[in-house]
């Protein structure tokens, strides 16, 4: 299995709601990621775990949170999102958290938010 | 802080019309350079990795080469199906060395 999936594909919420996100990789991969993406813009960071444990949170608002419950899975739990966090949010995962070009990650196909 | 940027922004060929995509880099120690492909709303799928000047890699209609200051994605009589958005990255020492730059991507159509 060489894939990531991202669960759901669509999601569509209200300022109030409180949803999830999830992803599931079954490659044996230690380091996990959470990416947003905005139409015609790069992805850009927002979580890394590394063995089930945050490593990584690049000054993301606390209305994104953030839950490695084990190796396979990564959730983002989203409480009183703003319309600006509308977005292509994408998971990803990669054998090890290191600096080197053989980490490569594999992303997941995304999950589509919209925030109303 | 790493930088990277790609053009043309957005290129348009017709089949079998090769070309070539720039990918500009800064980067503390560079340990990698990577190519992606990303598909409109999907997640962006792996092509390449680069890691010293002076290297190359092929995958059907893609090759891909490294200088210190730039990559390039060469199209050979390229299909439609290569239309895609290409984005480029790359992994230096900034942030420990565990974070992705981004380039915004280069955006092609292939038409026939």
């Known amino acids: 299995d060489t894939e990531v999936t991202q669960t759901p594909k669509h999601l569509v919420m209200g300022m109030t709601n409180k949803k999830s996100l999830k992803c599931e990789q079954h490659m044996g991969h230690r380091a996990m990621y959470w990416y947003k993406q905005k139409a015609k813009k790069p992805p850009e960071l927002m979580f890394v775990y590394s063995y089930e444990k945050l490593s990584i949170n690049e000054s993301v608002p606390s209305r994104f949170s953030p839950e490695c419950p084990n190796s396979s899975l990564l959730n983002l739990h989203l409480h009183a999102l703003q319309p600006e966090d509308s977005a292509l949010y994408l998971c990803a995962s990669s054998p090890q958290l290191a600096a080197s070009g053989a980490n490569v990650l594999t992303f997941g196909a995304g999950s589509r938010l919209t925030v109303l | 802080e790493d930088q990277v940027t790609q053009s043309p922004e957005a290129l348009r060929l017709q089949e079998g019309e090769s070309s070539s995509l720039n990918c500009s880099y800064t980067v503390s120690g560079l340990r990698g350079l990577f190519w992606y492909r990303q598909d409109p709303g999907k997640g962006p799928e792996f092509l390449f990795t680069?890691?010293?000047a002076g290297e190359e890699k092929e995958k059907e209609r893609l090759k891909a080469t490294l200088t210190k200051k730039e990559s390039f994605l060469h199209i050979t009589a390229p299909k439609p199906e290569d239309s895609a958005t290409y984005l480029c990255?790359?992994?230096?020492?900034?942030?420990?060395?565990?974070?992705?730059?981004f380039g915004t991507g280069t955006q092609l159509k292939v038409e026939l």
């Open positions: 680069l890691y010293s």
């Open positions: 990255a790359v992994l230096g020492l900034t942030g420990g060395g565990n974070k992705l730059t």
